[in-house]
């Protein structure tokens, strides 16, 4: 097992550290002492890149530094990953834009390879930690069945119907980004271990919400924007008539868990932690989110939510999925957000920004 690390070895590297996870494990890594390359696809973006830079006048230890890097050019991360003893890799070419199965798929998976690649170039680097997704667990189980980190969305292929085929990609958006989260996982800790220099392992969200550092981490149909159009009064729409188990993590928790990853002694070569709620208090269905929000937030005359009838909710919600962060609170030693923080921080971060009247 390769050697933990800390802020005395050497910068580390993070992708995606504009978007919404990115921005928060770069903030908790300047946090602790870190020098962080934060790398973004265009660093002349002020929109999606001050809020980062501002980290270096907050009185934290670590320091921040942009570096620009290409998820589809390979190569253009060698120089942001020189030296560097840990990759945090939370960039993918996904986000909540129009991109086509096949592209989500190249993006999460096929173009993962171009990163592992200067990572591993760079001669440095211990510890690669991967964001995957719940998405990679996730697969058909009865209601109330507990997921853990030894399910994989593979399993269980009867019950899909035939659909869980690669020839199926192009059609259905959610199975290529399933199936890449997965196939990407299985790939790097293959990699590593024939390397034998590294440790790859992942991180796993749910349903992830929690402040907002800048007003672009504001993406459409996220779920920190559903909560969004839920306090604007709005009613749920993701789901059939707001019929959902929320199973919520804090976005804090989630960028902590990477680091831990990269520090932890426990963690190892094909660890994955699922982030999820940390208790059932957590695991709300859309019409317990919403009489929440309204506990926390009085003055708000409307709280939108799921079709009800007479103070009831319409009709039966399916109950998944139901998984806990315990691996991630006993391996890595995450200590968790309680929901009500997270609510209260998820809100009042979109106030802050002038994003709910």
């Known amino acids: 097992m390769a050697k933990p690390v800390s802020p005395a070895d050497g910068p580390i590297a993070v992708t995606g550290a504009s978007g919404y996870i990115g921005s928060w494990i770069v903030r908790d890594c300047v946090a602790e002492g870190y020098e962080v390359r934060a790398c973004v696809r265009d660093a002349s973006r002020p929109e999606k890149v001050d809020h980062l830079l501002a980290l270096n006048d907050a009185g934290l230890r670590g320091s921040v530094a942009l570096a620009e890097g290409d998820l589809f050019k390979p190569g253009s991360y060698d120089d942001a990953f020189a030296d560097c003893s840990a990759v945090i890799h939370a960039g993918a070419a996904v986000g909540y834009n129009r991109e086509t199965p096949q592209q989500v798929y190249d ?23 991967f964001t995957s997704s719940f998405a990679a667990v996730g697969h058909p189980r009865p209601e109330g069945y507990v997921f853990t980190e030894k399910d994989w969305c593979g399993d269980n292929v009867e019950a899909y119907g035939g659909r869980w ?95 831990l990853c990269a520090e932890g002694a426990v963690a190892k070569n094909g660890s994955r932690y699922i982030l999820s709620a940390a208790d059932r208090r957590g695991e709300l269905f859309t019409w317990q989110l919403q009489a929440r929000l309204r506990e926390l937030y009085p003055a708000v005359a409307h709280v939108g939510g799921e079709e009800m009838e007479d103070g009831k909710p319409a009709q039966h919600t399916y109950d998944s999925p139901r998984s806990y962060c315990l691996l991630a609170q006993e391996e890595l030693g995450l200590e968790t957000y309680s929901i009500d923080e997270t609510l209260r921080a998820t809100v009042d971060s979109y106030f802050a920004l002038g994003l709910l009247p």
């Open 107 to 129: 993006g999460c998976f096929t173009e993962v390879r171009h990163v592992l690649d200067a990572a591993t170039k760079s001669g440095a680097m211990r510890r690669f930690v």
């Open 165 to 259: 085929t690669r020839d199926r990609i192009p059609e259905n958006r959610d199975l290529a980004y399933a199936m890449a989260k997965a196939e990407t996982e299985r790939m790097l800790y293959k990699a590593a271990e024939e390397d034998g220099g590294f440790d790859a392992m992942s991180i796993l969200p749910l349903h992830v919400i929690g402040p907002l550092m800048c007003a672009n981490h504001d993406q459409g149909w996220s779920w920190q924007n559903c909560i969004r159009y839920m306090m604007a009064g709005k009613d749920y729409k993701k789901s059939r008539g707001g019929r959902m188990l929320w199973n919520n993590v804090d976005v804090r928790d989630v960028a902590r868990a990477h680091r």
